[in-house]
């Protein structure tokens, strides 16, 4: 698409995904004239990827506990301005089907094309302007605004939104452009890691699980104060699963990380009541019965010996629960931004505008999204955020 070779607008948003489309249209419907550029062939491209291709759009039980940051504070009042049922209430007015999957997690019934059709349409009834294919190639700030040079030309404006994402996923064209941004504004950008990512083992530990791939059980995840009780799926290369996910974001290299693989028993009393009733049962026949059968012989293979249950003294029975409650998973990374849903840390928030996403030091930039040092857990708290924090910048321009 060719354009004047300057152009003038209200606004310039850096970024075409969720957080940037968001901020666009509710600027547009302002009457802000908005120049959106993308610098990938398409918008939306993590909207699309998202929810196995059903994008987990929102969560309804959204609060600022969901939210990991160095100021959990920070979100609250974009939070409080955009909820998941403004979101819910645009979905509906364009007639999308969607359902709650679980734990208030909303996904489309059909494809997550129409959640980004949706916004594209509502940018265009907003009149703003978007480029794809379009790539930055350098920001200056100018006596009445920001010089934005790109590979179509030269974009002028008053407001600058840079809602570049993270780091998580480069296929889809993540890049630290938006870090790179804020530092030459003069913002600190805070210890960038990847988040709700799988989990990597080697050595022993991996080779007494590298059998079990693809198996998957529900457990309690718990590191550092913090538990999240779901599915894990062992890997090839270690393990994965929602549990896991979760837990990745609190979790650090050396970290303890210890899996309850019976999170809805007490495990001391289910193998004494088993030991009663059916005294002859082997443990491994017995633990079949809770865990999937390969994964049942694997922990008699490697940490118990089986034998008939009746042969264990109560001692003996509450160190295997013991064992199996608080089982000492040993990982020694993650899988990276490659397969990481989200990126930690970004632009420190104390240098922002919690209403407005506007840079304390220099007015008429704002940072949204992904490229913010917020990041939400695994289940459409990260698509609220940048609905929310989209809003609050695209109110404020």
């Given at each position: 698409?060719?354009?004047?070779?300057?152009?003038?607008?209200d606004?310039?948003?850096?970024?075409?995904?969720?957080a940037?489309?968001?901020?666009a249209?509710?600027?547009g419907?302002?009457?802000?004239?908005?120049?959106?550029?993308e610098h990938?062939?398409r918008?939306g491209?993590?909207?699309?990827?998202?929810?196995?291709?059903?994008?987990?759009?929102?969560?309804?039980?959204?609060?600022?506990?969901n939210?990991?940051s160095?100021n959990?504070?920070?979100?609250?009042?974009?939070?409080?301005?955009?909820?998941?049922?403004?979101?819910i209430d645009?979905v509906e007015a364009?007639?999308?089907?969607?359902?709650?999957?679980e734990?208030?997690?909303?996904?489309?019934d059909?494809?997550?094309?129409?959640?980004?059709?949706?916004?594209?349409?509502?940018c265009?009834?907003?009149?703003?302007?978007?480029?794809?294919s379009?790539?930055?190639e350098?920001?200056?700030?100018?006596?009445?605004g920001?010089?934005?040079r790109?590979?179509?030309?030269e974009?002028?404006?008053?407001?600058?939104?840079v809602?570049?994402?993270?780091?998580?996923?480069?296929?889809?064209?993540a890049?630290?452009?938006g870090?790179?941004?804020a530092?030459?504004?003069?913002?600190?950008?805070l210890?960038?890691?990847a988040?709700?990512?799988?989990?990597?083992?080697?050595g022993?530990?991996?080779?007494?699980?590298?059998?079990?791939?693809?198996?998957?059980?529900?457990?309690?995840a718990?590191?550092?104060?913090?538990?999240?009780?779901n599915?894990?799926?062992?890997t090839h290369?270690?393990?994965s699963?929602?549990?896991?996910?979760q837990?990745?974001?609190?979790?650090?290299?050396?970290?303890?990380?210890?899996?309850?693989l019976?999170?809805?028993a007490?495990?001391?009393?289910?193998?004494?009541?088993?030991?009663?009733?059916?005294?002859?049962i082997e443990?491994?026949?017995?633990?079949?019965?809770?865990f999937?059968?390969?994964f049942?012989e694997?922990l008699?293979?490697?940490w118990?010996?089986?034998?008939?249950i009746?042969?264990?003294?109560?001692p003996?029975?509450?160190?295997?629960?013991t064992f199996?409650q608080?089982?000492?998973?040993?990982?020694?990374g993650?899988?990276?931004y490659r397969?990481?849903?989200?990126?930690?840390g970004?632009v420190?928030?104390?240098?922002?505008?919690?209403?407005?996403?506007?840079?304390?030091?220099?007015?008429?930039?704002?940072?949204?999204?992904?490229v913010?040092?917020?990041?939400?857990?695994?289940?459409?708290y990260?698509?609220?955020?940048?609905?929310?924090?989209?809003?609050?910048?695209?109110m404020?321009?």
């Open positions: 698409m060719s354009i004047d070779r300057t152009t003038t607008s606004v310039i948003i850096i970024g075409g995904g969720a940037g489309l968001m901020c249209r509710v600027a419907l302002r009457g802000k004239r908005v120049r959106v550029v990938a062939n918008c491209k993590k909207i699309l990827m998202s929810g196995g291709g059903r994008c987990n759009f929102t969560n309804t039980g959204t609060t600022p506990a939210f990991l160095n959990p504070h920070f979100c609250k009042s974009a939070l409080a301005r955009y909820t998941p049922q403004h979101f645009m364009h007639g999308i089907a969607y359902h709650e999957k734990l208030g997690q909303l996904f489309c059909e494809s997550s094309k129409l959640i980004v059709k949706m916004l594209l349409d509502e265009a009834d907003a009149g703003v302007r978007i480029d794809t379009c790539s930055v350098g920001v200056e700030k100018t006596d009445d920001f010089r934005v790109t590979t179509l030309g974009l002028r404006a008053p407001s600058l939104v809602a570049t994402g993270g780091l998580s996923i480069p296929s889809m064209g890049t630290g452009f870090y790179e941004l530092r030459q504004f003069g913002h600190t950008v210890p960038t890691r988040g709700l990512v799988p989990l990597t083992m080697t022993k530990p991996q080779e007494r699980f590298a059998e079990l791939s693809g198996v998957s059980l529900p457990v309690t718990q590191c550092n104060g913090r538990a999240f009780s599915f894990m799926l062992i290369r270690g393990v699963g929602p549990a896991i996910l837990i990745s974001s609190y979790w650090n290299v050396g970290d303890e990380l210890l899996l309850d019976l999170p809805q007490d495990a001391f009393e289910t193998l004494k009541s088993l030991r009663a009733s059916r005294p002859g443990l491994r026949t017995a633990l079949a019965e809770f999937p059968k390969r049942a694997r008699c293979e490697v118990f010996p089986s034998r008939p009746r042969q264990y003294n109560d003996q029975l509450r160190e295997i629960a199996l608080a089982f000492p998973l040993i990982a020694n993650t899988e990276g397969t990481a849903e989200v990126t930690l970004g420190d928030t104390d240098e922002l505008s919690s209403s407005t996403m506007m840079s304390k030091h220099l007015p008429g930039l704002h940072f949204i999204g992904e913010v040092d917020v990041t939400g857990w695994l289940g459409g990260n698509f609220q955020w940048a609905w929310a924090s989209g809003n609050a910048a695209g404020a321009v």
